[in-house]
């Protein structure tokens, strides 16, 4: 797996405003934890974190400290502002060459289906997929060969099998299936029936709402 170099400065734990002061910065309050290590807090700046995040790739980051102390570690958790949708929080979790990394890697589907040939639809339901292996094994992507799903055929996490590669996700998690054009259409009537069935069920509550608000004649009569 690629390798991201991030460079962060120490810090100390902080009240709000403190953490309120580094986001003016453009400095992005971090943790890390795991191994036995006391929980190292520091900052980063969001412009090379950016590098980290906007981007489908996953990596191993070698952090690189003030004190001088550099690390090896996994992006464990993100906490985004909810409007402006910066970063506002990294959790980052310390990892070594000797034991398993579970770790979200990138899913490549490569291949002409046969029921695409056929008529049918590709629907790609997941971009990522949670693994586990020793560093030297992790993969950057998990490539799936498609070519021979068929019409109303789909491949899940269980169907795969990697050398040295733990697949995580439940086995039954839907990668990717294809439909034909007459399930496309049953699937796009169902959807209409459930939306008149609901509009059906909401029509005597709108009605009774109407014939209990007062007329704009009564209303008148009232104000005089």
Known sequence: MKHFELSGTIREVGNKAVIKAFRRQGLVPCNLYGLGLKNVLFTVSDRDLQGLLCTPESFIVDLNLSDGKKYLAIIHELQFHPVKDNCLHVDFLAVNDKKPIAINVPLIFQGHPIGVQKGGKFF????????????EDLPDNLVIDINKLDIEKKLTAGDLSYDKVTILASKNTILCQIKSSRQMAADAAKAEAAEEAAEGANAPAAEAAESAAPADGDNADKKE
């Open 124 to 135: 790609k339901l997941a971009r990522e997929l949670r693994i586990s292996a020793l560093m």
